[in-house]
């Protein structure tokens, strides 16, 4: 079955630190992936997807995600945390005409 | 441009109690879906609709129905509500393009007593 795993429901780094979200898909052929955020009793909003083309995808506020065949992986990382990063990263594959979403990793951020 | 509404922002309804969830997208996509939220099982798709007049269910549709009636509406349905299906519900639309963006509104937050 097609699935969508994050590894690590919480992750907490301090600001100016490295952050690594990670996701793994299963998929037998390339699929279009996605990350979303949601910032708390909001919607969900878009920061990058891959479709086709470059695997290296830059994203809005300074995130980025490589998409990696070889491993079936779409991380997503920025170099530098903010406060504002805190919030909660959805990542997701396209099935048909839907989304398939993992079950969410929580990033917080200290000072 | 107002993107994916939602209505209501928030209800409490008791056990047994009916209820309709109204999307609305000024986009003019074709595809339009609902999910819920609940914590610790991310997004799960419950209906969607490739166009006006069409609904299809998805990985959740039990308890729930749907209409797409106008292109732009998408509406969700409880008949008899149960204090399982408190949830954050979201709806969601994209156009027919391959790797396009869903985008989401804002959520309606949903309490079954």
């Known amino acids: 079955a097609q699935s969508v795993t994050q590894l690590g429901s919480h992750v907490s780094v301090s600001e100016g630190a490295l952050v690594l979200l990670r996701c793994n898909y299963s998929?037998?052929?390339?699929?279009?992936l996605f990350w979303y955020v949601q910032y708390p009793n909001q919607g969900l909003q878009l920061l990058l997807k891959?479709?086709?083309?470059?695997?290296l995808v830059k994203g809005i506020n300074g995130f980025e995600a490589e998409f990696k065949k070889s491993e079936t992986s779409f991380h997503l990382t920025k170099p530098s945390a903010h406060m504002s990063d805190a919030a909660e990263y959805f990542c997701a594959r396209r099935a048909g005409t839907a989304l398939i979403f993992g079950k969410g990793t929580t990033l917080s951020v200290s000072s | 441009n107002a993107g994916v509404t939602q209505t209501p922002k928030f209800r409490v309804l008791k056990t047994g109690q009916s209820m309709t969830l109204l999307c609305a997208q000024d986009?003019?996509?074709?595809?339009m879906y609902w999910y819920r939220q609940d914590p610790g099982m991310g997004l799960r798709l419950i209906h969607y609709s490739v166009g006006e007049g069409t609904t299809a269910k998805g990985e959740v549709p039990d308890g729930y129905n749907v209409s797409r009636l106008k292109k732009q509406n998408f509406l969700l349905g409880l008949e008899s509500a149960a204090p399982s299906q408190t949830s954050v519900y979201f709806c969601?639309?994209?156009?027919?393009?391959?790797?396009?963006?869903?985008?989401f509104g804002p959520g309606t937050r949903l309490l079954v007593l």
């Open positions: 891959y479709t086709t083309g470059a695997t």
């Open positions: 986009m003019n996509h074709e595809y």
């Open positions: 998929s037998s052929v390339p699929p279009y």
């Open positions: 969601a639309s994209t156009s027919n393009l391959l790797g396009e963006t869903q985008y």
